[in-house]
């Protein structure tokens, strides 16, 4: 299973962008799905997460601007990005806490990263 990320670019401040994640198969079980952001120098972050029953958990950066979604029967996770800020420029990765088959353990799943850059 590969996650696989889409939908990153250069924005202007204010504008919006929608990023996406399907796993490229389906998983034997998927729970959390989140996305994370990186910029250099600095450790990566959670920006967003959603459960597989729909609880979401923000960044306080992020809170009233950005919105996670996902859709289960896709194993697509969503995010929805509004009033952008040059401060959201980042590598963004998705994330996937799943078991891939019966045979393999719960580990957490990365998506490639898809660069997001917010011009002033």
């Not at 250069?10 to 399907?22: D, E, K, M």
């Not at 029967?73 to 891939?100: G, I, W």
Request: net charge positive.
């Amino acid at each position: 299973v590969q996650l696989q990320a889409s939908g990153g670019g250069l924005v202007q401040t204010g504008g919006s962008l929608r990023l996406s994640c399907a796993a490229s198969a389906r998983p034997f079980v998927i729970n959390d799905m989140g996305w994370y952001r990186q910029v250099p120098g600095k450790q990566r972050e959670l920006v967003a997460s959603i459960t597989y029953g729909g609880s979401t958990n923000y960044a306080d950066s992020v809170k009233g601007r950005f919105t996670i979604s996902r859709d289960n029967a896709k194993n697509t996770v969503y995010l929805q990005m509004n009033s952008l800020k040059p401060e959201d420029t980042a590598v963004y990765y998705c994330n996937a806490k799943l078991r891939a088959t019966v045979v393999h353990p719960m580990n957490d799943y990365w998506g490639q990263g898809t660069q997001v850059t917010v011009s002033s």
